[in-house]
């Protein structure tokens, strides 16, 4: 009788712990579903606030040693796409960004940058020309992570595509894919 209520005990107090563990799990989704749109919003606001401000200096360089810097071509219309080939939805972007491309590759005031955190620049290079990218491609190589243009701008997250004007401030934060091209004709004249 004993071991019977033995095993019971022990049987109601692991069944105990589990069901507290489930309630404790399924109640605090809720909690940490809103503590990362609250992070989100965040690092939003944060991007956003250089709407309209002059795209800050910075420097990169594309897998031959040419170097790229932001204060350069400041008369074009510029496309900073900040991807990673680890990227799956950057991956999916990939065909509509060379569409977007391609419609205004002739035009002389226009231009397209690709930019990476990471030195990937093999896989990179492989993955472009699988996927007919034509656009010049840079990588950030400063170590000091607060001197990458990617941390000046708050990018956390990619693709992160932003609409840089003639004058070399930053038109459009965070533009959608989708929404490219209708920014594009709005600012350049076919």
Known sequence: ???K???HLLVTGVVGVILGFLIGYFSFIPVQ???HNIKRSRENTSMMSWKNEPLPDGHMFNVDGKQWETSVERRKVRV???WSVSCGSCMEALDELNVVYESYAHMTDFAMTGIHRQREMDLTQYVCSQ???KWPQFYETDSDTEKLLSSKLGIRRIP????VG???TILNVQVPV???QNILDQLLIK
Do not use: A, Q
Request: hydrophobic fraction near 45%.
């Open 1 to 3: 009788m004993k071991r």
């Open 5 to 7: 209520r033995r095993i």
């Open 33 to 35: 579903r809103t503590l």
């Open 80 to 82: 900073l796409v900040f």
């Open 131 to 133: 996927k007919g990218v």
């Open 160 to 163: 992160s595509i932003w609409v």
């Open 166 to 168: 003639h004058e070399g």
């Open 178 to 180: 989708e929404s490219l």
